[in-house]
């Protein structure tokens, strides 16, 4: 019977967690503050030092932390449309690779020089800190309906979706560097990266098509094909990992893949994948709060503070111009890019290795880690959108542009059906007429239901519902917004045109 109760305790203990955190989601959101940061501290506050929770099982840590960024970067890469990359890939491609070594050895010597530790301690603490996290920005970007210019946020996406196993092979290159006292040889080094990256690559591109063919071939009841897609993405960053790649870049591929792909019941992928993502974030931040304990953070509270200042204020600016001085990006966007260098659960889940592995001194990593990631999440998280706005790179928006209603067709890819709302200015009243690829299916009229020749003319308050090829969708939101939204909704279709003052209009017309 102990063991029986033991179990219900669990388990009422875990639900009340979760309902904690959703319930502090919303104080969170009223107050403006970006959500991991609220997840991060109600575990502390729920821990040793508060509630009394004692949590210190870093194998299981490293497990949950595995487990939820397997889930949150499929779900990044699914939601990234590869027209993205048009502009995007090399200048993301460089501050992942470059701007990740830059970084850590910006911050490393900080690290030297604030904690008064080794040369290759504090570049370690650098490479766990290095990379900006997918996780936080994905989250807190969509979390907080922030739409950013095309070109900016596919670099910020790219970036963080792909620096990670720069990152990792640099903080596990160092692990093992100070475990065997500097035996480790440079050929070993670049020969363990190209594998990561080779096979995270290919791995993450076959598992994709894997995972779209198996939605697609297999007839599943509709409430399977979510399920299938994320355990799909589960097993290939195991299985990557098992192979000596990286699980972050091959789930993150994966993802885009699968994503930009004709997919059976893609809409209710995206919906419970929506759903997973959520419950990973706050899981993986209550825990990694619990393990936390705020009294052993005193000692070293001031000079891993000033790491972060250091990552925040110098090595992450220095590293993006760097990075990015031969792309062209305006004084703005590179001011954005600069100051959105979120770190989040990635660093935290770098700096268990160290303990996993019991190196000396390996708690001082992973204190100065976690205070790291909380000044980023407090300072850059929070500030989010008054940077966006300030460095003019925001697309502002009330609401999405139009309340699409997407229906699975079984065993269709080709089209799908999608419902609009005929709002009486919308501009398929004032003269715009859906294209012809657009096949009018039904319309809903006064809770009557009419064939498009029954109906005629749209009325205001119709709701009508077209057959749509899925890449043009976006097109007939255009149609059925209201005027401010049109607007908007034509914005982030066709993006903005921009170019410097001082250009020569004769430079302009050649374009």
């Given at each position: 019977?102990?063991?029986?109760?033991?179990?219900?305790?669990?388990?009422?203990?875990?639900?009340?967690?979760?309902?904690?955190?959703?319930?502090?989601?919303?104080?969170?959101?009223?107050?403006?503050?970006?959500?991991?940061?609220?997840?991060?501290?109600?575990?502390?506050?729920?821990?040793?030092?508060?509630?009394?929770?004692?949590?210190?099982?870093?194998?299981?840590?490293?497990?949950?932390?595995?487990?939820?960024?397997?889930?949150?970067?499929?779900?990044?890469?699914?939601?990234?449309?590869?027209?993205?990359?048009?502009?995007?890939?090399?200048?993301?491609?460089?501050?992942?690779?470059?701007?990740?070594?830059?970084?850590?050895?910006?911050?490393?010597?900080?690290?030297?020089?604030?904690?008064?530790?080794?040369?290759?301690?504090?570049?370690?603490?650098?490479?766990?800190?290095?990379?900006?996290?997918?996780?936080?920005?994905?989250?807190?970007?969509?979390?907080?309906?922030?739409?950013?210019?095309?070109?900016?946020?596919?670099?910020?996406?790219?970036?963080?979706?792909?620096?990670?196993?720069?990152?990792?092979?640099?903080?596990?290159?160092?692990?093992?560097?100070?475990?065997?006292?500097?035996?480790?040889?440079?050929?070993?080094?670049?020969?363990?990266?190209?594998?990561?990256?080779?096979?995270?690559?290919?791995?993450?591109?076959?598992?994709?098509?894997?995972?779209?063919?198996?939605?697609?071939?297999?007839?599943?009841?509709?409430?399977?094909?979510?399920?299938?897609?994320?355990?799909?993405?589960?097993?290939?960053?195991?299985?990557?990992?098992?192979?000596?790649?990286?699980?972050?870049?091959?789930?993150?591929?994966?993802?885009?893949?699968?994503?930009?792909?004709?997919?059976?019941?893609?809409?209710?992928?995206?919906?419970?994948?929506?759903?997973?993502?959520?419950?990973?974030?706050?899981?993986?931040?209550?825990?990694?709060?619990?393990?936390?304990?705020?009294?052993?953070?005193?000692?070293?509270?001031?000079?891993?503070?000033?790491?972060?200042?250091?990552?925040?204020?110098?090595?992450?600016?220095?590293?993006?111009?760097?990075?990015?001085?031969?792309?062209?990006?305006?004084?703005?966007?590179?001011?954005?890019?600069?100051?959105?260098?979120?770190?989040?659960?990635?660093?935290?889940?770098?700096?268990?290795?160290?303990?996993?592995v019991g190196l000396p001194d390996a708690e001082t990593y992973f204190n100065v880690a976690f205070v790291v990631v909380l000044a980023s999440l407090l300072v850059q998280g929070w500030s989010l959108t008054a940077a966006a706005n300030f460095f003019r790179v925001a697309l502002e928006r009330r609401d999405p542009p139009?309340?699409?209603?997407?229906?699975?067709?079984?065993?269709?890819?080709?089209?799908?059906?999608?419902?609009?709302?005929?709002?009486?200015?919308?501009?398929?009243?004032?003269?715009?007429?859906?294209?012809?690829?657009?096949?009018?299916?039904?319309?809903?009229?006064?809770?009557?239901?009419?064939?498009?020749?029954?109906?005629?003319?749209?009325?205001?308050?119709?709701?009508?519902?077209?057959?749509?090829?899925?890449?043009?969708?976006?097109?007939?939101?255009?149609?059925?917004?209201?005027?401010?939204?049109?607007?908007?909704?034509?914005?982030?279709?066709?993006?903005?045109?921009?170019?410097?003052?001082?250009?020569?209009?004769?430079?302009?017309?050649?374009?």
């Open positions: 019977m102990e063991q029986l109760d033991f179990s219900n305790w669990l388990l009422l203990g875990g639900a009340l967690l979760v309902l904690v955190g959703i319930a502090s989601s919303l104080i969170a959101t009223r107050f403006g503050a970006p959500l991991l940061l609220v997840f991060l501290l109600l575990g502390m506050a729920l821990g040793e030092d508060g509630f009394g929770i004692t949590f210190s099982n870093y194998r299981l840590t490293y497990f949950l932390g595995s487990l939820a960024l397997a889930v949150i970067l499929f779900d990044g890469g699914l939601r990234t449309r590869m027209s993205s990359f048009r502009g995007a890939l090399a200048p993301a491609g460089v501050l992942a690779t470059l701007g990740v070594l830059i970084t850590t050895l910006l911050t490393g010597s900080a690290a030297h020089y604030l904690l008064g530790i080794s040369w290759p301690a504090g570049l370690l603490i650098g490479a766990i800190v290095a990379s900006t996290d997918a996780a936080a920005v994905f989250f807190l970007l969509r979390a907080g309906g922030l739409h950013l210019q095309k070109r900016v946020g596919a670099t910020l996406e790219i970036e963080s979706g792909s620096n990670d196993p720069f990152a990792v092979f640099l903080t596990v290159l160092l692990v093992a560097w100070i475990a065997s006292h500097g035996e480790m040889g440079v050929g070993e080094m670049l020969v363990s990266l190209g594998q990561q990256i080779v096979t995270g690559a290919v791995l993450g591109g076959i598992g994709g098509r894997a995972i779209a063919a198996a939605l697609n071939r297999l007839a599943l009841p509709a409430g399977l094909h979510p399920l299938l897609a994320v355990s799909g993405a589960v097993a290939l960053f195991g299985l990557t990992g098992l192979l000596g790649g990286s699980g972050f870049l091959a789930v993150y591929l994966a993802g885009l893949v699968v994503g930009n792909r004709p997919v059976r019941a893609f809409a209710n992928v995206l919906s419970v994948q929506d759903a997973a993502t959520w419950l990973a974030q706050l899981v993986m931040f209550l825990v990694l709060g619990l393990l936390i304990t705020p009294s052993s953070l005193l000692s070293l509270l001031w000079p891993a503070l000033g790491v972060a200042a250091v990552l925040m204020f110098v090595a992450r600016p220095i590293a993006v111009l760097l990075c990015l001085a031969p792309f062209r990006f305006r004084r703005g966007e590179l001011g954005f890019v600069s100051w959105v260098g979120l770190r989040g659960a990635v660093g935290i889940f770098l700096a268990s290795i160290p303990m996993l139009s309340r699409r209603i997407e229906l699975d067709l079984p065993g269709q890819l080709e089209f799908e059906m999608v419902g609009y709302r005929v709002a009486s200015d919308s501009a398929v009243l004032h003269g715009s007429r859906p294209p012809g690829w657009a096949r009018p299916a039904l319309v809903v009229r006064r809770e009557t239901v009419l064939t498009p020749e029954q109906a005629g003319a749209l009325e205001a308050e119709d709701y009508a519902y077209f057959l749509a090829p899925p890449d043009r969708v976006v097109r007939l939101d255009w149609l059925f917004a209201e005027p401010v939204e049109a607007r908007e909704a034509e914005r982030e279709v066709f993006g903005e045109f921009t170019f410097d003052g001082d250009v020569p209009l004769g430079a302009l017309a050649e374009f």
